[in-house]
């Protein structure tokens, strides 16, 4: 059973930086991808980061290029954010995701799709 738990939202100003996890089980040794995922209110959701347990390939939204970095503790199996230069329109509830044999591409471009979801955590950037 996959099982994908999130921790390290809050309340952050402007310009700050925050890193989520999420900590992933249930795959064993199949090969997916996991993903970022960001609902703000009113709008869709947006896959923002995506990362594959292959080779590790990632994906950015244009958005939170140069701003955000995805990667992987294979040990540990988590997967993390880094969120830098927060702006107020990152405020949302990130989601942590999950799809098995997709590139990291379509898992962000197809983030509605995505066969495993975990419970979710807010993200606030304000002053």
């Known amino acids: 059973q996959v099982q994908l738990v999130e921790s390290g939202g809050g309340l952050v100003q402007p310009g700050g930086s925050l890193r989520l996890s999420c900590e992933v089980s249930?795959?064993?040794?199949?090969?997916?991808?996991i993903g970022w995922i960001r609902q703000a209110p009113g709008k869709e959701r947006e896959g923002v980061s995506c990362?594959?347990?292959?080779?590790?390939?990632?994906y950015y939204a244009d958005s939170v290029k140069g701003r955000f970095t995805i990667s992987r503790d294979s040990a540990k199996n988590t997967v993390y954010l880094q969120m830098n230069s927060l702006k107020p329109e990152d405020t949302a509830v990130y989601y942590c995701?999950?799809?098995?044999?997709?590139?990291?591409?379509?898992?962000?471009?197809?983030?509605?799709?995505?066969?495993?979801w975990g419970q979710g955590t807010q993200v606030t950037v304000s002053s």
């Open positions: 995701a999950g799809r098995r044999r997709i590139t990291p591409q379509a898992m962000c471009i197809m983030a509605m799709d995505a066969d495993y």
């Open positions: 990362i594959t347990s292959r080779d590790g390939s990632t």
């Open positions: 249930g795959f064993n040794s199949e090969h997916y991808a």
